[in-house]
């Protein structure tokens, strides 16, 4: 799994363009005798979003297969449909349990300092500004390990096991796509886990409930450039509807039923000093407590987005790039991580709520699906001594936490039958 | 004309209730001698703006009754039409004379200071809130000797003279609904005039041209009330849109092609610190060096009225309560005024243009008729002392410049064969 | 109790101009044998917020006394220092116990329908614009109900009751300043109570949480006048600092550790149209789920509140005009009204919390500082079916619930034993 | 000329980086005769406005070499002095004359497309994103042709002939460093010149007065990042105070007594969606029909741009980048301009004034140091057929429009001595 995680880190890809990973995973998975969905079957054409321009895609496909891709597979990934289902049927009945693990890295540019591990170890990410600056590269190694382990030891097991490996994660981007595919709707049982996120090294949080609701919105007004100095009235100012926007975005009204947030994160606008600006880029983003928060916010936002374009007579387009739900793990699940979590040595503590507001997480979107079919999910935390926080530029984290990660993922799959479901 | 003056001065009354000056004007002219029409048939019901409640009206009729009103003519103003208009038709041929007196007060309130002449003198305003600062009760007073004097002159005369006496100058509310209702349609020369404005005592302006177009604009946005403490998502802000519409609008881009302006004078929003302000007024204006600049001006105005509600999810109401246009006062009328003026004894100086940069005047709307029409017209400004400047609470004229006008006026019409006209 | 509360309803009398009610309440205290301190013997000159101008307290004071006021007491709450504390000493051991009740009503016009029941009974408020719309009349009756029951069994009783009665709740600007006068400082057990606020006839609620700490700002921006049209770079514009301030105040960020609140409840700027505005004056109020959280918002508020002033070049002056805490009932005082409340013919229920989210409320300083000290406190709220909602101009209660608080705290207080304190 | 034009159009360099320009410049001028000032003697070390960072000059001063400038003149112009002045001393008695001629390119990327000269004959700019899309190649190449023709006939000559090569027109940051260096303090009689401007080819204009004052400002604001979803409280937010400062600096009143501009070209802001924007950059100009005007707009500026910083608690660094002033050309050297273009050949009209409203020019402040020593300075424009508009990726001139150019200009310093002076 080392030698795998390191792998990942140095060929480092970011979302919708994780070529070479998805492919080694396909293989690997198929290797070891699972039924792997690839590409479109698994993430719906409409569903994605936040997909990098077309060009993007093709050059980073490229590399991929200049970086040891394996050239069989990524046909089906081409495009951007950077989506792996591996399906492990048993001879005994049981639950379908759906496990996810994400794959993608950050746009984030790597330190390159001696006291960073993977610099100094030679494993630093050779792709510029793409990072894996949250744990994605262990998370796809400790599925590749689970997935090879529970493979060897079939006879073991009961019910169908189908690993989940989501693309574009980062901007809760891809998860949606998997849902509307129908990768979910036959999971009866269901855990993503992540790794880190505050929690200490040999800590287990059963299931994590904080994530916020949210929706990524990219907006770009269109006006009409004039010189600013001699005929300004000749000018819409994209500008001015932008800054109007950002204020009266920020002044979206409390909600009484819980916590709201709204960022502009980024703001960049106009060509020259002496130009009326005739365009202004935004990168927007709503969240709630609950998801009726967010959808309120998310209103208020879009009326804005609309109004004060209108009030500068230039255009607006909007779109959403990315969206999440809130988690609400299953209190029966909870309890059952709990007792297995219990009979792995390298656990030495166990909590049931993360004690970290977190941000969001699409898988959010997978364990609302399942659970609206009735069925039980959770939200898995396996803590890890960080080097530096998670979307730091020297995050990183200690490698030996994904056996405990793997072993109690693994006692969770072998004792299944102890889970009672309805 | 001083009593008369005093008399106006102490009974004032403001933009459409003019019921007692209105009806001892109409009263006096046809005592006089003059074809007199009134209300309706010289102001037209669609063309008025910024009217006042009617109940405002009702009670300003009354009280118009009670201090002295010609009860006669009431029955044809009531209602807000407080316009009249006095024709002499000589038995010479000639030209339609039109001239233009305005008799509205403002909405201010008088000082009662002993220093101020009015109060010492005992006619300063009983009206509560109304006060002669303009100088219209001098106008009037003007008109009202110029039109007694011509009377007395008529086989001097030759053509049409036709006395314009106006409503609801002040808001620049007037005119309109004057010209309108088809009053400037036969008049071939065309004089508005105003005392003051800076001009020094003995000074007389020929045609001033430094007025500018403008466009009164009453908006009012109404949202929905809620405790801005238990349930801020309830409401919707209608403060936070007015907010946004003044920012915005002072935002206006400047015009390569002359001077803009544009002002909210006045905002008043909510009801009470903890509740989230369901509704908002503004009093806005536009003005520009030209019609098309003040036009571009109240173009981009009214969207950001409008997108500024949209933002908020308020409605939006807005209301075109007044508008004038630009002077160009006719160079050939200008020589004319000016040759007449120099055979006047108070007149010690004569000047063609205005050296003070001017508000905005509704006489302008009268000017263009004419002018469309084929006629000349010019803006005429009388100096005098001023106690203290235009719309002062101190505000007060030197009596006798009113001497000088009624002479230039009466020199004006007498020798208006001297105007060469096509 | 009826007939008081109906008085006090007729005479209403909005905060600080408590002139004729706290008459009454020290001349009956003092009647039935209490102690009697007024004025600023229990009101800090120094900690009075939002206190109105002297003129208009004097005209109120005046009213006072032609409404039946005692005119004996009327010299010590002149100037608006309207607080009276009544004090029981027993002849046996025991804690000092204070009780509090707010007496001022709102500034509202009351409803004179004929389906509200004080315009049909004949007790209409008289006072114009000022109405008993939150239930402080019946606080202000129930306090001398309970006040004349218990000089009466002065016998049965143990330590020292005082009855604190507060000027000014609404807008939370009185309870400081008898903070700050000593009033809380020999106080043990201290219970606050409250009618009505959404809880049913019958029901009590022990000790609510919800208050939301909170500071009242007033904010008057200055500029400098001047003629939109003529000479629009002469003016500086208290409006444009005033929408800035209002937007920006909207925007203050969220608080990741709980609900915050900011509004601008009132905005007035301006003074005419055509009118650079300099003046502008807005009410706002922040509000925190705790106190760090209000003053975190507070914080940002002032500085949002100056550098709006430093843009456009403005004066501005700002007031805390009123604050409150967040109250923490205390457990085992709880526990002990729940107690003797249960042993209350006329109450059906009884809740630990209060379902609804409340606004703020200044007897939050008498907790924290009966709490401070080592005393316990909690806020009681006696169920009553409303008319219409607080603050409604047809707010009314049903009369027999005061009988209910009056038994309630009386058996509060006779069995004050029970209440084991260290 | 047309080879010179073509060689620094191929080579275009920007603002303070003219190296490979200046030392052409300076050497041919030595060549010629000319005592050369160069670098820092020429160009006030602290009075350089917009100057790039040192390791951008520091590159560009190397690729100069590369493409052939004159290693001998390098050091002078070494960090950004790339001034040049060449004195040629007649000995005939006379007037100091200054001919002012600038040598930047702008920022833009020259077109590529067939259709554009430059490109399919083979000088288009190699060098990436600068590119002489003003015509100052051509401003260049007259002044050395002149130069040259003038270094032939120096006996024919009077006086003194300064020739005046100017770094960085663009953003008008290199005019101001000439004057403080003194450059100007002994010149009687000056020019600047432009060529096209919209001018048609064969027509010159004497004197334009059009050019607005102006200040260039680079504004940054300073925050705290923080992530937006757990902790944005924790957050000073940069944009926030950039959108308050834009919709602000937008709304500075206009000004009575003439034009006046601000406009916010640029605005960058903020490193990610999900975080709180910690950096803000704003490009900003203003501008104004006086100097007086443009002095208005940027104090109110400048409050703003502090005030907004104050309101958020960010920090806020601005920097005046550029500056120029308004033209008044000399009416007695426009008289005598007219009269020596009437002889040229190549001239076919001539105007007194340009009809386009003109941007900002910072020759300006060499013409304002001239007069106010009392000596005589005007603007001269040469018409020419243009392919495009001034800054335009497909800007070109008509070549032969030169030769018109130091035909009108030699004839100027030769017959000085029918410009009478004082």
């Given at each position: 799994m080392v030698e795998w995680r390191r792998d990942f880190h140095k060929y480092a890809e970011s979302g919708w363009v994780e070529f070479r990973t998805a492919s080694l995973v396909a293989s690997r998975l198929e290797e070891w005798g699972y039924t792997v969905k690839a590409g479109k079957e698994v993430v719906d054409v409409n569903a994605r979003m936040g997909v990098p321009p077309a060009d993007f895609l093709k050059e980073n496909e490229k590399r991929a297969l200049d970086q040891g891709a394996v050239a069989k597979w990524l046909p089906s990934f081409s495009g951007g449909f950077t989506g792996v289902v591996g399906i492990l049927k048993t001879n005994k009945p049981g639950p379908v349990i759906g496990l996810r693990f994400d794959m993608d890295a950050l746009d984030i540019q790597e330190s390159d300092s001696e006291d960073h591990v993977p610099q100094r170890d030679g494993y630093v990410?050779?792709?510029?500004?793409?990072?894996?600056?949250?744990?994605?590269?262990?998370?796809?190694?400790?599925?590749?390990?689970?997935?090879?382990?529970?493979?060897?030891?079939?006879?073991?097991?009961?019910?169908?096991?189908?690993?989940?490996?989501?693309?574009?994660?980062?901007?809760?981007?891809?998860?949606?796509s998997m849902v509307e595919a129908g990768v979910m709707d036959d999971v009866d049982v269901f855990v993503a886990s992540h790794i880190g996120t505050g929690i200490p090294a040999g800590e287990v949080v059963s299931g994590a409930n904080g994530f916020l609701s949210t929706t990524k919105i990219d907006v770009t007004y269109t006006g009409v450039a004039a010189h600013a100095g001699g005929s300004p009235e000749e000018g819409k100012n994209a500008l001015l509807a932008a800054a109007s926007a950002v204020l009266n975005l920020h002044s979206i009204p409390r909600h009484s039923s819980g916590q709201s947030r709204v960022n502009v994160g980024v703001l960049k606008a106009g060509s020259g000093r002496n130009i009326i600006p005739a365009s202004a880029h935004l990168k927007v983003e709503t969240r709630g407590e609950t998801i009726e928060i967010n959808e309120f916010i998310l209103e208020n936002a879009i009326n804005i987005i609309k109004g004060s374009a209108a009030m500068h007579d230039v255009d607006v387009h909007y779109e959403i790039v990315g969206e999440a739900k809130t988690s609400d793990s299953s209190a029966r699940l909870k309890t059952y991580i709990e007792e297995v979590a219990k009979e792995v040595d390298e656990v030495r503590s166990i909590r049931s709520e993360s004690p970290n507001a977190a941000g969001s997480e699409d898988a959010t979107y997978m364990m609302d699906r399942v659970k609206k079919n009735g069925g039980l999910a959770s939200y898995v935390i396996f803590g890890t001594t960080l080097a530096a926080g998670h979307h730091n530029e020297k995050f990183d984290i200690q490698e030996d936490s994904m056996i405990m990660a793997v072993k109690t993922l693994s006692k969770f799959v072998l004792n299944i039958d102890r889970l009672k479901l309805d």
């Open positions: 990410s050779i792709n510029e500004g793409m990072m894996h600056a949250c744990g994605h590269d262990a998370h796809t190694s400790i599925g590749l390990g689970l997935a090879k382990l529970l493979s060897e030891m079939k006879d073991e097991l009961s019910g169908t096991i189908k690993f989940i490996f989501q693309p574009a994660e980062e901007g809760v981007r891809g998860a949606k």
